[in-house]
């Protein structure tokens, strides 16, 4: 009997493939509360890593994934879910997320592409949406709700924890920590009220300074 092991942050990748087409939908991640309500429930719920928090997918587009199983891989380190999409699976509005093929680009759109240059805008947005649209079981609205005292101290830990895998070399758990530094970062920038745009203004002039 295979074991489900998750990753040293309780997470575990789960690959979403169409049960009737088999084609590959999209990858999330899942911890063990997201996990369970999907056995309960038999919808997809991931857990986002950027909001830490759970996701019922569709619960604000309607595209619900319906679970027609899951099986784990030989190491239970990895899941599949074989679903049934009731509409489109990527938030683009797209069948799939995988519909870009790097083949068929040039350096320079490709360079354009690896920058995402809205993630840290779309992100800020949800977390400055929970301030002001409070969500139970919502990870940023129970940190909003412990207060700035207790954000900085998060700040300070994933920040630790971000030196600590950069002197190890451990470049995997190294991005993963940058964006948990970043995403409390970000809550501790919503609860003083401190716009993104300020500091992007900021930095603009910090680079202009350094040229």
Request: proline share 2%.
């Amino acid at each position: 009997m295979t074991v489900i092991r998750f990753g040293e942050k309780g997470l575990l990748p789960a690959v979403v493939q169409d049960y009737e087409t088999h084609e590959l939908l999209m990858v999330a991640y899942m911890n063990k509360e997201s996990l369970t309500r999907t056995l309960e429930t038999k919808e997809a719920w991931f857990y986002s890593r950027s909001r830490q928090e759970l996701w019922h997918k569709g619960e604000t587009s309607g595209n619900f994934l319906v679970v027609k199983s899951i099986k784990s891989d030989c190491d239970g380190d990895t899941l599949l879910l074989e679903v049934d999409p009731k509409g489109p699976a990527c938030h683009t509005g797209d069948q799939t997320c995988f519909n870009t093929v790097l083949s068929d680009i040039d350096q320079c759109e490709f360079d354009e592409l690896v920058e995402d240059k809205d993630i840290f805008k779309d992100l800020f947005s949800v977390i400055d949406d929970r301030k002001k649209n409070p969500k139970d079981g919502s990870y940023t609205n129970k940190l909003l709700n412990d207060g700035i005292a207790r954000i900085a101290q998060k700040v300070v830990e994933e920040a630790g924890e971000t030196a600590i895998a950069g002197v190890l070399g451990h470049t995997q758990e190294l991005s993963e920590e940058i964006s948990d530094l970043i995403y409390h970062i970000f809550v501790l920038m919503s609860a003083n009220e401190v716009t993104l745009a300020a500091v992007v203004n900021e930095l603009s002039q910090r680079r202009d300074s350094v040229k």
